[in-house]
């Protein structure tokens, strides 16, 4: 959800700027500066950044920088829970080293997260099961490919709980309404 609240709130920044231009009260044109303040504007406020306002509306475009950055982070973000988290507490369950818990699924992933990490973004070895990006090709990852992934990520996390302990959870990633 982070990455969804995230990708929402990169839309509205881009919308309210889209807004102050076209607004011809405000004086404002696609080379104003937009400031990250950290006080209101005035003389000694204090700020983090500057930008102008056509660079803001393309750090935060559909698949832009911004986005990219934050699937990038979720990335990031579930290998670690992975790794740190639920990987070990199978292994306690049964009684196990966290090293014979294994899954192709989540040696994809870290695959995913080491070209994020390690090689700036670019994915340098073949995947076994998951074929969401090319060898060769950017993690860059759009809303239905991150989807796509989470959605593999919870489904071999339901597999091995049922396969390894025995349970059937009923966790899905993608749900669908039902009225």
């Avoid at 839309?11 to 102050?20: D, I, P």
């Avoid at 992933?109 to 995947?127: C, E, F, I, M, P």
Wanted: net charge negative.
């Amino acid at each position: 959800m982070l990455y969804v609240d995230a990708v929402r709130g990169f839309t509205s920044a881009a919308q309210t700027s889209l807004q102050a231009v076209a607004n011809p009260g405000l004086a404002t044109t696609l080379d104003s500066w937009n400031w990250y303040g950290l006080d209101p504007p005035g003389p000694g406020a204090r700020y983090i950044g500057v930008i102008k306002i056509r660079d803001a509306l393309a750090r935060n475009a559909p698949n832009g920088p911004n986005q990219i950055a934050m699937a990038r982070s979720s990335i990031l973000a579930a290998y670690a829970a992975w790794e740190h988290e639920t990987r070990p507490a199978l292994a306690a369950e049964l009684g196990i080293d966290t090293n014979q818990v294994t899954s192709p699924t989540f040696g994809d992933l870290n695959k995913y997260r080491q070209a994020v990490a390690h090689v700036s973004g670019r994915l340098d070895r073949a995947t076994e099961v998951l074929d969401l990006v090319a060898v060769g090709a950017n993690v860059d990852l759009g809303d239905a490919t991150l989807a796509a992934l989470f959605d593999a990520l919870v489904s071999e996390a339901k597999r091995l709980s049922e396969a390894l302990c025995g349970l059937h959870l009923d966790h899905q990633f993608i749900k669908r309404m039902t009225h």
